[in-house]
Nanobody, 115 residues
């Protein structure tokens, strides 16, 4: 069982930046992919960014150019740098990991962007 713990969420004004981090309880080296999803109030969970074992990345269209995902296999972490934040980026951000047939999720970290 893999445990994922997110950190770095908080309250920020529009135009500001946040860096989210996700620490895994074990090695992430073999994980097929890791990434971030978010869920706004009353909306479905949606993909924010994803990074594969080979460091291929994918981003949601609404966030492309404003976010960067990276993984550090040595530290067993995946990070999400978010810039030029907008109020519509508000939500709970979840870290996930795909290890073969298994998906793992963190508990989420709240991001609130004010006008």
């Amino acid at each position: 069982q893999v445990r994922l713990v997110e950190s770095g969420g908080g309250l920020v004004q529009a135009g500001g930046s946040l860096r989210l981090s996700c620490a895994a309880s074990g090695s992430i080296f073999s994980f097929n992919a890791m990434g971030w999803y978010r869920q706004a109030p009353g909306k479905q969970r949606e993909l924010v960014a994803r990074i594969t074992k080979l460091d291929w990345t994918a981003y949601a269209a609404s966030l492309k150019g404003r976010v960067t995902i990276s993984r550090d296999n040595a530290k067993n972490t995946v990070s999400l740098q978010m810039n030029s934040l907008k109020p519509e980026d508000t939500g709970v951000y979840y870290c996930y990991a795909q290890d073969g047939p298994h998906d793992y999720w963190g508990q989420g970290t709240q991001v609130t962007v004010t006008v």
